[in-house]
């Protein structure tokens, strides 16, 4: 297992890289990138899905926003890429933004995650079947 800390906001998310599973973990909220799903933790407000020609939206809104972890000592990093992952973050005026593209084994193009919703871009030829939780919602993807 690999641990990486990646600047958010004024702190940092942990980004941890499994065999074949990517976690995020904020203050607040956990999320699980496998393959074929995307796990959310809890603070799942709702989801929709928005069509396109070429690709389809999936969106997760969060109830609350995702909160950084604080803890000094720790050093965030704006961006991490290697052969199977490639994760950017982007602070603008409107919010911060992290940009994930995950390796050709998933069934998803790549995710971007805001303060409040996560996006999940993924093929029109694919759908997307939700699982909710008390709180969390599971997102599966054939």
Not at 1 to 12: P, S, T
Not at 17 to 44: G, M, P, Q
Not at 93 to 121: F, R
Request: charged fraction near 25%.
């Amino acid at each position: 297992m690999i641990r990486k800390y990646l600047r958010w906001n004024n702190g940092y998310v942990m980004l941890e890289l499994r065999d074949s599973e990517y976690l995020l973990l904020f203050a607040n909220n956990t999320i699980l990138f496998r393959s074929r799903s995307v796990f959310v933790e809890k603070n799942v407000a709702g989801n929709k899905v928005v069509y396109s020609k070429k690709k389809r939206y999936v969106y997760v809104i969060f109830s609350k926003h995702l909160l950084p972890y604080s803890e000094f000592g720790k050093k965030a990093v704006d961006e991490y890429i290697d052969y199977q992952i490639e994760v950017r973050y982007t602070r603008l005026k409107y919010g911060n933004y992290l940009t994930l593209n995950l390796p050709g084994a998933h069934l998803y193009d790549h995710v971007i995650l805001t303060d409040e919703q996560m996006c999940i871009v993924i093929s029109a030829k694919r759908n997307a079947y939700f699982e909710r939780t008390d709180d969390g919602l599971t997102v599966y993807l054939v």
